[in-house]
C-alpha cells in the first residue's frame, strides 16, 4: 500500500462526543497539515457520529463505529486503517501540545532517520494543563538533545513515570496488534508498548508533544474496576513482564503477581506453571505471593 499520508491521529472515543472540538482545533491548527484523523466510536451513546460528522477540514476524518468492545480494540482498528508515515494516539480529552508538534516530530525524523536507527517511535512529554510535566523527564545525553533507549528499560528499568506521547512508525505499530481477550474490555497499552521493546529502540526527547486532561469519568480514574474486570489481561502483563530485559527484581514482582492473579481466576497451580513465561523464577515467586498475600499485587 501506498503511503498517503505523513501522520494519522487516532482518537478512540466513548460517550465523549462534546470534547472532541478540542482534538480538531489542535489538529486543525498544525502546521504540517498531510494528517488523516481516524476517530473510533466504541459504541457511544452519545451523539458522536453526528459531531464528527459536523467537522469540515481539508484534512480527512474518518469516522468508524462498533460495539463497544474496549479502547484496545477501538485503537486495533483505527491502527488497521492508517496510511501514513507516523501514527499517534490522541485521546478524546487530550490535545497536541502546540502548533507545530507534527513538524517537530517530522523534523526529528528527518534528522536522525528511525528507520536506519531500528526505532520504533519518537517519544516525548506530556503537560498537565498547568503546563506542568507529567511524571519525570527522560534521561537524555550531554548535549541534552536525545536518547536512544527502549520502553522497558526506560519505564521500567530506568524509573520513568508519567504519561509519555510516542510517534510510531506507522508500519510498525501495525505488526503489534493489541491482544483481545474474551469477555474483557481492557488492556494495558504497556502490553504492546513492551513487545515492540523486544524487537525496537525509542528515540526520547525532552519536548512537550500533548496536553493531558485526566477527566472524572476516565480510564485513569477506575484503575481498580479495570483490575477486577480484565483479570486475564493483568495476568498477561505481569506474566510477559516476569523475562528479560526487565531486572531481576521486576522479574520477580511480576512472576508472583502473574501467580496470584491465576490464582484468584481460579487456574491450577500446575496451570499456571505451565503458563508460566519465567519458569525458573516460580517457586521463588510462589513462595513470595503465599508471604506477601493480597496486597502484594500492584497495578
Not at 508515515?85 to 480529552?93: A, K, L
Not at 485513569?220 to 498477561?236: E, H
Not at 521486576?250 to 481466576?265: E, F, G, S, T
Request: proline share 2%.
Amino acid at each position: 500500500m501506498k503511503i498517503m499520508h505523513k501522520f494519522s491521529i487516532i482518537t478512540a472515543v466513548y460517550n465523549r462526543a462534546h470534547l472532541l472540538q478540542n482534538v480538531y482545533q489542535s489538529i486543525v491548527k498544525q502546521s504540517i497539515t498531510d494528517v488523516e484523523w481516524i476517530v473510533v466510536d466504541d459504541g457511544s451513546e452519545d451523539n458522536c457520529r453526528e459531531v464528527v460528522k459536523s467537522f469540515k477540514s481539508s484534512f480527512p476524518i474518518i469516522y468508524l463505529h462498533q460495539k463497544n468492545a474496549g479502547k484496545h480494540a477501538a485503537l486495533n482498528r483505527g491502527i488497521t486503517k492508517s496510511n501514513s508515515f507516523f501514527t499517534v494516539i490522541i485521546d478524546s480529552d487530550d490535545v497536541l501540545y502546540n502548533d507545530d508538534t507534527l513538524e517537530t516530530v517530522w523534523n526529528l525524523n528527518n534528522e536522525l532517520n528511525l528507520k536506519k536507527m531500528n526505532c520504533s517511535s519518537i517519544s516525548g512529554l506530556c503537560l498537565d494543563r498547568k503546563l506542568e510535566v507529567i511524571g519525570n523527564t527522560f534521561p537524555l545525553r550531554k548535549d541534552n538533545s536525545f536518547i536512544v533507549s527502549d520502553h522497558i528499560n526506560m519505564r521500567f528499568n530506568k524509573n520513568i513515570s508519567g504519561d509519555k506521547c510516542e510517534f510510531f512508525l506507522t508500519d510498525v505499530l501495525k505488526r503489534y496488534p493489541f491482544p483481545l481477550l474474551k469477555d474483557e474490555k481492557f488492556l494495558t497499552e504497556a502490553v504492546v508498548w513492551n513487545r515492540i521493546a523486544h524487537d525496537y529502540k525509542t528515540v526520547y526527547v525532552n519536548i512537550p508533544f500533548k496536553l493531558v486532561e485526566y477527566l472524572q469519568d476516565g480510564l485513569s480514574s477506575k484503575i481498580d474496576l479495570l483490575f477486577t474486570n480484565n483479570m486475564r489481561g493483568y495476568m498477561l502483563y505481569f506474566n510477559e513482564g516476569s523475562i528479560r530485559p526487565f531486572k531481576i527484581k521486576l522479574r520477580l514482582l511480576h512472576a508472583m503477581n502473574y501467580i496470584k492473579v491465576a490464582h484468584h481466576l481460579g487456574y491450577s497451580c500446575l496451570k499456571i506453571f505451565i503458563g508460566a513465561n519465567n519458569k525458573l523464577f516460580f517457586l521463588p515467586a510462589l513462595c513470595l505471593a503465599i508471604v506477601r498475600g493480597k496486597k502484594s499485587i500492584n497495578i
